[in-house]
């Protein structure tokens, strides 16, 4: 499918690369007096999304004879494909993912820690005592020089 030169095409031209774009316009039968303009809002003739994105277009029936309904259709579509919407949620995703490691990296540092700590006790009696008592001097010992 090869874009000749309708009108389709000259709108896309005003819209920047990189980013998708959604256009109605009308596909007129073939006995329409407005067939020549596919940008005319008031026959009733069908209305299409011309969707361009990622340097790549296509046409879409908007299942629908009214501009309005085809325009509601083309902001719906156009905002799935928001450029800053998609990037907060490949921000959400990739936020998702991370706290998700972060979840099991947490569960295997407590491992190690449980390891450690078990390692040391076997070690040595060293730090047994202090936990044990009511009154730990160093707990309430004040951290300011006197
Ligand atoms: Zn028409």
């Known amino acids: 499918m090869?874009?000749?030169?309708?009108?389709a095409s000259d709108l896309s031209k005003k819209i920047p690369l990189q980013t998708a774009?959604?256009?109605?316009?009308?596909?007129h039968s073939p006995n329409c007096s407005k067939k020549k303009d596919p940008t005319w809002k008031r026959?009733?003739?069908?209305?299409?999304?011309y969707i361009y994105e990622a340097g790549k277009d296509r046409r879409v029936s908007a299942k629908t004879h009214s501009w309005e309904e085809?325009?509601?259709?083309?902001?719906?579509?156009l905002a799935k494909r928001d450029p800053i919407r998609m990037r907060l949620e490949e921000f959400a995703a990739a936020e998702a993912a991370k706290e998700a490691e972060e979840v099991a990296r947490q569960a295997r540092r407590t491992t190690t820690a449980d390891a450690l700590a078990e390692w040391r006790s076997r070690k040595g009696p060293t730090s047994s005592s202090t936990s044990s008592t009511?009154?730990?001097?160093w707990v309430m010992k004040p951290?300011?020089?006197a």
């Not at 774009?21 to 596909?27: A, G, I, L, N, P």
């Open 2 to 7: 090869h874009v000749s030169r309708t009108k």
């Open 21 to 27: 774009t959604v256009t109605v316009y009308t596909r």
């Open 134 to 137: 009511q009154h730990s001097p």
């Open 43 to 49: 026959c009733k003739c069908r209305k299409y999304l």
């Open 70 to 77: 085809a325009e509601a259709l083309a902001k719906i579509e």
């Open 143 to 145: 951290v300011r020089n």
